[in-house]
């Protein structure tokens, strides 16, 4: 057995992405990652989805933020909100038909699509509303179709 915490932080997320990626190319589901494949950090957390992409073989278009109330942090066992990235391949455009097949939720989340347009860079203080507001130029109204189902969720955009 693999002692965990002797694992360096660059092999867990190697195990973390190369599993969640094995598992959308088999196409089932699992409950959690393997305990040395978990990410025990934020920063460990985003290095995972950053080689994870990579697996993928796909760009980062966007960013998701997940559990913004405390309600939402309650349903889903977190602290805080949580940041994901949107890979190219799952956006699809206005008017494009959109697979459920294998969808195990069966939800569709409205959501705001904001596009910014200046970048954000690493800071010790924290951005203020009023410097995001700034930033944000164009909003799209979008649907999310979540799915446990090989960690993927469909997102389907119309600009306003």
Known sequence: ???????????????????????????????????????????????????????????????KIAATSQAGQRHINVE??????VLADRIQGDGEAVSLSGNSTCLAEPEFVFVLGAAFPPRTSIYTLDEVMEAVA?????IELPSSHRGRSCRQQSAC
């Open 1 to 63: 057995m693999t002692d965990v915490n002797a694992m360096c932080s660059t092999e867990k997320i190697e195990r973390g992405a190369t599993a969640v990626h094995k598992v959308g190319l088999q196409g089932v589901a699992i409950d959690a990652l393997p305990a040395e494949a978990g990410p025990a950090t934020r920063a460990e957390t985003h290095a995972m989805q950053t080689r994870y992409a990579e697996l993928e073989g796909q760009p980062t278009r966007g960013w």
């Open 138 to 142: 164009v909003l799209h109204f979008g």
């Open 80 to 85: 805080g909100p949580l940041s994901g990235r």
